[in-house]
T-cell receptor, first 115, second 112 residues
Framework: DTGVSQDPRHKITKRGQNVTFRCDPISEHNRLYWYRQTLGQGPEFLTYFQNEAQLEKSRLLSDRFSAERPKGSFSTLEIQRTEQGDSAMYLC?????????????FGSGTRLTVV | AQKITQTQPGMFVQEKEAVTLDCTYDTSDQSYGLFWYKQPSSGEMIFLIYQGSYDEQNATEGRYSLNFQKARKSANLVISASQLGDSAMYFCAMRENNRLAFGKGNQVVVIP
């Protein structure tokens, strides 16, 4: 297991289209997080799962966004009817519980461009 | 309200020199955790160092050390003996409940 994997790395889509991103966490990690990072900003929390349960969602996660983690392993983040404001880097992270000394392991992100 | 403040403009540092990146935070919790991450141009967030609010010693990890001043609510990162590969964005973050709250980051460019 080499870390957190995200697919695709880059996505260009037309406004109004739906997009779906995938995150594969470290296999023994039971928590999975999604963050969004816009240019010049730090990552902002979107949502997190403990196993298959989605336990918290940010107000940033509008009705057009939905995230799933059906078997407590990989997760998908779908954006419906994309808007130009959705253009950002979408980062996934995983952890085992509320980790301290080893931090949260992040993937390389999916960069979304909405044209 | 901004929880993590990183206000330094982009920094240039000579190779092999040390650099200090400032971070102040705001919380009313007694127990909290502070993290520093490095983000190179590839986009991945790389964990560098962690400091718990009850840790009596400043955290160190190789060339990274954290200057933790609890009363001043600051958690500055010190990178010693800078290397060209240290050129990146650096983010300070605080754990609040089940999430990390990040600052806006510091840009560091190491010059030979």
């Amino acid at each position: 297991d080499t870390g957190v994997s995200q697919d695709p790395r880059h996505k260009i889509t037309k406004r109004g289209q739906n997009v779906t991103f995938r995150c594969d966490p470290i296999s023994e990690h039971n928590r999975l997080y999604w963050y969004r990072q816009t240019l010049g900003q730090g990552p902002e929390f979107l949502t997190y799962f403990q196993n298959e349960a989605q336990l918290e969602k940010s107000r940033l996660l509008s009705d057009r966004f939905s995230a799933e983690r059906p078997k407590g392993s990989f997760s998908t983040l779908e954006i419906q009817r994309t808007e130009q404001g959705d253009s950002a880097m979408y980062l996934c992270a995983s952890s085992f519980g509320q980790t301290n000394n080893y931090g949260y392991t992040f993937g390389s992100g999916t960069r979304l461009t909405v044209v | 309200a901004q929880k993590i403040t990183q206000t330094q403009p982009g920094m240039f540092v000579q190779e092999k020199e040390a650099v200090t990146l400032d971070c102040t935070y705001d919380t009313s919790d007694q127990s909290y955790g502070l993290f520093w991450y490095k983000q190179p141009s590839s986009g991945e967030m790389i964990f560098l160092i962690y400091q718990g609010s009850y840790d009596e010693q400043n955290a160190t990890e190789g060339r990274y050390s954290l200057n933790f001043q609890k009363a001043r609510k600051s958690a500055n990162l010190v990178i010693s003996a800078s290397q060209l590969g240290d050129s990146a964005m650096y983010f300070c973050a605080m754990r609040e409940n089940n999430r990390l709250a990040f600052g806006k980051g510091n840009q560091v460019v190491v010059i030979p």
